[in-house]
Structures are given as structure tokens and as C-alpha cells.
């Protein structure tokens, strides 16, 4: 199994910026894909982005421009990088990894966007 931990969640005014963290332990071995989901009252949760271990990135419409979402495999750890952050991206940010036998997930950080 793999835990997960995030952090970097919080109050941010309409246009500012955020950095999340999530850092990963356990059978990290099987980790391929590492990503970020969110989910806001009332809605499904929906993918943000993802990176793969060979680095390929997959992003949702609705933040391509503004977040950017990086990987550092020496540290186990996937960041995503949100600037002009609109009201709309308020949620609870779940982080995600994939692999063969592992699907696990974060227990979510809020962030809210103030207008």
C-alpha cells in the first residue's frame, strides 16, 4: 500500500497563488502515476492533473495556464502549483497515485478562494 500526506492548502484571495504538496510512502516501487483531484461541495470530484513516471502530463481544461503540476521522485513527493486562482477552483484537493496494485488516495486539503 501507499500513504499519502498533503499538505499546502488554505485561504487565498481571488488572482493569488498556492502550492500543494503531497509526499508519498510505503510501496512506492509500484507508483506510476501521481496526480491531483478536487472535489467542491455539491459535485463530483474531477481529475486536475496528473504526471506519469515518464513524465508525461495531462491537465483539466479549466486549469491548463494556471496550475502546473511537477514530480520530484527523489522525494517521493508530486507539487502542484496553482496561480490566478478564481473562486471556481475553491475544493478540497485530493492527491492520487496509480500503479500495478496500488490505487491510493489522500484524505484531501481545502482550499478556498476568496472573491
Known amino acids: 500500500q501507499v500513504q499519502l500526506v498533503e499538505s499546502g492548502g488554505g485561504l487565498v484571495q481571488a488572482g493569488g497563488s498556492l502550492r500543494l504538496s503531497c509526499a508519498a510512502s510505503g510501496s512506492i516501487f509500484r507508483i506510476n502515476s501521481m496526480g491531483w483531484y478536487r472535489q467542491a461541495p455539491g459535485k463530483q470530484r474531477e481529475l486536475v492533473a496528473y504526471?506519469?513516471?515518464?513524465?508525461?502530463?495531462t491537465y483539466a481544461d479549466s486549469v491548463k495556464g494556471r496550475f502546473t503540476i511537477s514530480r520530484d521522485n527523489a522525494k517521493n513527493t508530486v507539487y502542484l502549483q496553482m496561480i490566478s486562482l478564481k473562486p471556481e477552483d475553491t475544493s478540497v484537493y485530493y492527491c492520487n497515485v496509480e500503479g500495478p496494485g496500488v490505487h491510493s488516495w489522500g484524505k484531501g486539503t481545502l482550499v478556498t478562494v476568496s472573491s
Open positions: 504526471i506519469t513516471s515518464g513524465g508525461s502530463i
